[in-house]
């Protein structure tokens, strides 16, 4: 019966590498769903910024291992295609430009997480926990240009990617004209500081998470 049970357990770790997931979860998914190579970032407060260069169709994940801790973590998508600043590893080039899903996995046994508009929009973004119980969340706005009206404004790279700022966003003050743009879009992501009542979200530790550019 022993032996019967250990191959039982050795089959099951075998499907969870196979499909490249993780026994004890805590593995962050970077998915690009999108028609076009998406520059994707990642920053913690103890960790330089990571550089995922996924083609279209393309992944990366994250696996926070046994530790299963990702404190203040962000995964945005980089208009500029570089995420840290030259030489400063810990100085992102382009952050306050995108929109972001935040992360704080491992606390006290609790995940949290969101979308955030709170600087700006660039990039169609998901976050879906394979926990069934768990919420999943999306952001999505078509036409950037049509959409970015004042007092928000439209700024366009070089490269022609696009970024709706959120003027209001980091400002501290409640709901404003700018803000309930983004508010009305995105009713599940943070539009401004203290929008925490509808844009927070939580999970059990030890969830595998997928953030998807253009879901």
Known sequence: MANSVSVLA?????IFLTYGGSVNGCVVNIQNN???QVTGCSQTQTQDIAQYNLAAGGSAAVDLGGACSWPAAVVYASVTGQCAVSGQPAAATDRNLANLAEFTIGANGQDTYDLSNVNAYTIGLAINPSNSGCTSISCTIGD?????????????QPSS????????GTNGLGPTDGTRQFKDACPTSYSYNFDDLTS????ATGTDYTVVFCP
Request: charged letters at 5%; aromatic letters at 10%.
């Open 161 to 168: 990617s696009q970024s709706c700022i959120n003027t209001d």
């Open 144 to 156: 950037i240009s049509g959409f970015c009206q004042p007092p928000n404004q439209l700024v366009t």
């Open 200 to 203: 927070t979200f939580t999970c």
């Open 34 to 36: 999108c028609p076009f």
């Open 10 to 14: 050795l089959a099951i770790a075998t």
